[in-house]
Each structure stands twice: as structure tokens, then as C-alpha cells.
């Protein structure tokens, strides 16, 4: 009930491509879907965070899409690049406190 | 731009021995949260901290931990004995108010020999 799932793993994208990491929940109570970027040696750095009263935010290159009777949502990274590699977390909380993380995808874009 | 900042960045310690771990949330926040990474593995919560007092913790959080603000900036992480499992990077972070984003510190990664 509290996981979040988070897949793929890894994922190894061209410069230009599009980057999709998706995302699965079971607990209806949450209403807050961040997603974090990480660095290496960093701490987690907010991206982008959705609520469910909407389908999809986009912010720049990057878009959440939100699906409430499927209890997914996944980033979309357009145009990605060497830059954007970094491990990308989701997350979900019934409000913006007790983030549950998913286990990471660890994002490499070649150029 | 403000940013949450934690001390030491590594620290080393054996088995059995306390630990503290520092952090200066930013200063105009109000809610405070430790969070640990197990190498390789996702981001865990442990406990939220408002108004001087727990709100929130974990099954992690027992005994061997506990939470305090000491002053008006510094919030830290007391580990009483350590164990090998408590290997990890542990991160604080701060939130201006309920419901808003958490700001997270570059984290601490504590080796437990």
C-alpha cells in the first residue's frame, strides 16, 4: 500500500531523445507526485511535482503525466541531454512531508 | 538562492559509538526531516520534526534515535549505538510550511566499521 514503483531501472537515451521514467502506486490517499533529480554527492533536487486534480504539468523539457484510475504518472524528458543524467526518483505522499521514494532510475544520455 | 546545509559531509565511526549529525535547515523554514539513502537503494523517510517536537516517524526511527533542535538554526540526527545497518547517507531537509516542497542538504554519508 505504501510503495511506489518505479521502473525502469536504467535507461540510456541520445542527446535529442525523449527520456520516460514511469511510476505505480496503490495508495489512493496520496495527493502530492513529486519527482527528484539526483546528482552524484548531491541531495535529491525537486524537478517538477503534479497534484491529481490535473492530468499533466510541464515545466520546460520536462512533463509529468498523471493517469488517477491507472494510479501511474511518468516524466517525460524532451530533447534530453548530457546534462540530464543524473538517477531520477519519484515519489508520493498524502501531503508534501512523508515522501515514499521510488527506487530510482538512473538516467545516462550519450551525445 | 538559500540552501540547506549538512555537516560533516562524511563521517566514520565503529560500531557501537554515537553519532551526531548536523544540519542547518534554511532559515525562514518551520518543518525539518532526516532521510536516509542506503547506498544503491531509494530514499527513505525517518522523521518530521515541527514546533520542537516529532510529528511523523518511522518504523527506521527507534530507539537509537532521536532528533533535536538545540538552537534556532542547527537540527540534528543523534545515532546512540551504532550498528553496521546504519550505513548510509543520511539527508536533512526543510519545508517553509505543511505543504510545501522539501529542500533537501547534500546529505551525510556515515560508515559504520
Known amino acids: 500500500q505504501q510503495q511506489v514503483k518505479q521502473s525502469p531501472q536504467s535507461l540510456i537515451v541520445q542527446k535529442g531523445g525523449i527520456s520516460i521514467i514511469n511510476c505505480a502506486y496503490e495508495n489512493t490517499a496520496f495527493d502530492y507526485f513529486p519527482w527528484y533529480q539526483q546528482f552524484p554527492g548531491k541531495g535529491p533536487a525537486l524537478l517538477i511535482a503534479?497534484?491529481?486534480?490535473?492530468s499533466e504539468k510541464k515545466e520546460g523539457r520536462f512533463t509529468i503525466s498523471f493517469n488517477k484510475s491507472a494510479k501511474q504518472f511518468s516524466l517525460h524528458i524532451m530533447d534530453s541531454q548530457p546534462g540530464d543524467s543524473a538517477t531520477y526518483f519519484c515519489a508520493a505522499s498524502p501531503n508534501t512531508d512523508k515522501l515514499i521514494f521510488g527506487t530510482g532510475t538512473r538516467l545516462q544520455v550519450f551525445p | 538562492e538559500p540552501e540547506v546545509t549538512q555537516t560533516p559531509s562524511h563521517q566514520v565511526t565503529q560500531m557501537g559509538q554515537e553519532v551526531i549529525l548536523r544540519c542547518v535547515p534554511i532559515?525562514?523554514?518551520?518543518?525539518f526531516y532526516w532521510y536516509r539513502q542506503i547506498l544503491g537503494q531509494k530514499v527513505e523517510f525517518l522523521v518530521s520534526f515541527y514546533n520542537n517536537e516529532i510529528s511523523e516517524k518511522s518504523e527506521i526511527f527507534d530507539d537509537q534515535f532521536s532528533v533535536e533542535r538545540p538552537d534556532g538554526s542547527n537540527f540534528t540526527l543523534k545515532i546512540r549505538s551504532t550498528k553496521l545497518e546504519d550505513s548510509a547517507m543520511y539527508f536533512c531537509a526543510s519545508s517553509r510550511q505543511s505543504n510545501s516542497p522539501l529542500h533537501f542538504g547534500n546529505g551525510t554519508r556515515l560508515t559504520v566499521t
Open positions: 532559515s525562514n523554514h518551520l518543518y
Open positions: 503534479i497534484r491529481p486534480d490535473v
